[in-house]
């Protein structure tokens, strides 16, 4: 292995130590293979950082906020095109039907208003149709379904 030399003569016949031509581990010089694509973003960083005048993380949070700005408009844009038209009370019209009626009022009875649903929900919904409807002697199970059965 050859050493380089360290002193080089100029044209007056002194010597003069020899530059080092740089080496890419030198980590003085800036990393030259690097990709258009980084070049691009480090450059526009630092114009941005030159003309707002704000910091590197100043600059992140106010991507960050760009960001967030630009998804909640296009929420906003999603939901006004996707909202319904027409009121939900006319979507869904209300039964006026007597069949329907008379199903409504058969669920009235067989509520039990007097309990709590978030104590005891059974008891709610059917605990007025058990109080008024006894199980018959001859059947371990009744309900409304039976009782049509029988009929």
């Not at 100029?10 to 980590?27: A, C, F, H, L, Q």
């Amino acid at each position: 292995m050859v050493e380089e030399e360290t002193v080089k003569e100029n044209k007056n016949g002194t010597e003069v130590p020899k530059i080092m031509e740089p080496s890419e581990n030198d980590p003085c010089i800036e990393f030259k293979n690097q990709s258009s694509k980084t070049r691009f973003l480090q450059n526009t960083e630092r114009r941005l950082r030159e003309k707002s005048g704000l910091s590197r993380t100043g600059l992140y949070v106010c991507g960050a906020l760009l960001l967030l700005l630009i998804v909640l408009f296009i929420t906003v844009i999603v939901l006004a095109a996707t909202w319904p038209t027409k009121p939900h009370h006319q979507q869904y019209p209300i039964c006026n039907e007597p069949a329907c009626l008379r199903a409504a009022a058969q669920v009235q009875e067989a509520m039990n208003s007097s309990v709590s649903p978030c104590k005891d929900v059974w008891a709610w919904a059917c605990g007025g149709w058990l109080s008024k409807h006894s199980l018959p002697p001859d059947r371990s199970i009744w309900s409304m379904w039976k009782q049509l059965e029988v009929q």
